[in-house]
């Protein structure tokens, strides 16, 4: 071989090594996240469940890569982004803070593993055999969706002594609103009060559900716990401001944008938890293994600009025990 071409050999070979080096390297794994909402209304908590993810050793285009897949408030997209994901071979799916999610998930796939934050009990739903023993391919985070409407209920009362009657707000579509509208009604008739029904799972329902609302004077609302409520939440507050309608919301997204008071579950701290779970599972813990998580950390606030443009005096008892007052 003459000297040129050897030389020429050697520079070839030198080249490829890199590219042969990197295509031996494992490749990134890749996060399924399908939500039945939008981005921007949950951006804090997003943040939340990478910081989450990181404390697991996870870092988003580091050492793994996340797929988003939003229904933008149409829950019949789930399966379809649900598939789309599986198609993609992600390592897991997660399904913070979307019970429709989480079930469009666990009906698509056996094998992936599935990440939930739901807001009703996981065993009811049929994601989990036990809470301590999950026993299949999903595991998560849950909070008491049904003592947590009881003590809105409460709030409620508290804030509007002088309400007819109880309304609550819920969507049809979702799992779990039998369930809330059981306890709802078991609470309103120890206060004495009857519950009203109003259904929406659209903009044009939740406008024709106001508009039926404030046909009666007198009745204080609840907004049911719902991701399609949430990104929808500037529609309901201006409403029930319009209207001057005393209302208690499920999570304190509400209550800053001007919702007169919220109290649910801290979900920033709960997508966290999410976050931590996912990384566990990506380093090879299996979901089977992994007892659902109670999530804790529940929050008060109340919006006393609000209160104040309703003429409306916030008791001292509900003062005192806020985890914040908004001025």
């Known amino acids: 071989m003459r000297r040129r071409d050897f ?13 042969a080096a990197r295509s ?48 933008a ?14 198609r993609q071979r992600v390592a897991v ?14 009906a698509a796939t056996t094998t992936i593993p599935i990440v939930f934050l739901v807001a009703s009990d996981p065993v009811a739903l ?22 947590l409407v009881a003590k809105r209920l409460g709030m409620l009362r508290e804030v509007a002594p002088s309400a007819n009657r109880f309304v609550v707000l819920v969507n049809p579509n979702t799992a779990f609103t ?11 008739s120890e206060f004495g009060l009857p519950l009203e029904i109003l259904r929406a799972s659209t903009g044009r329902e939740i406008d024709a559900a106001f508009a039926n609302l404030v046909e009666k004077p007198g009745g204080a609302l609840l907004v049911g716990p719902d991701a399609v409520f949430v990104s929808r939440r500037a529609q309901i507050v201006t409403l029930a401001a319009r209207h001057a309608l005393l209302t ?41 293994d992994l007892p659902v998580v109670q999530s804790t950390k529940f929050e008060l606030v109340i919006n006393l600009n609000t209160a104040r ?19």
């Open 7 to 19: 030389i020429k050999g050697i520079a070839g070979s030198a080249a490829a090594w890199p590219l």
């Open 24 to 71: 031996q390297q494992p490749a990134m794994p890749v996060i399924g996240f399908l939500h039945s909402g939008s981005p921007e209304p949950i951006a804090s908590r997003v943040a939340a469940f990478r910081k989450g993810l990181g404390e697991a050793g996870y870092v988003e285009d580091q050492n793994v890569a996340i797929q988003f897949r939003w229904a």
């Open 73 to 86: 408030g149409h829950d019949d997209r789930l399966a379809d982004l649900a598939a789309d994901l599986i």
């Open 93 to 106: 799916i997660t399904t913070p803070g979307s019970t429709a999610a989480s079930l469009a998930a666990k």
């Open 126 to 147: 049929g994601l989990v055999a036990s809470l301590n023993r999950p026993g299949g391919n999903a595991t998560g985070v849950h909070f008491l969706l049904e003592e």
């Open 178 to 188: 039998d369930a809330v509208v059981k306890e709802l009604q078991t609470s309103a």
């Open 248 to 288: 208690i919301y499920p999570t304190r997204d509400f209550a800053e944008i001007g919702g007169l008071m919220s109290y649910g579950p801290n979900l920033v701290d709960a997508y966290h938890q999410t976050g931590v779970y996912v990384g566990r599972v990506l380093k090879g813990e299996k979901p089977a």
């Open 309 to 327: 443009a309703l003429g409306l005096t916030v008791p001292a008892s509900l003062l005192a025990i806020a985890d914040e007052v908004i001025e």
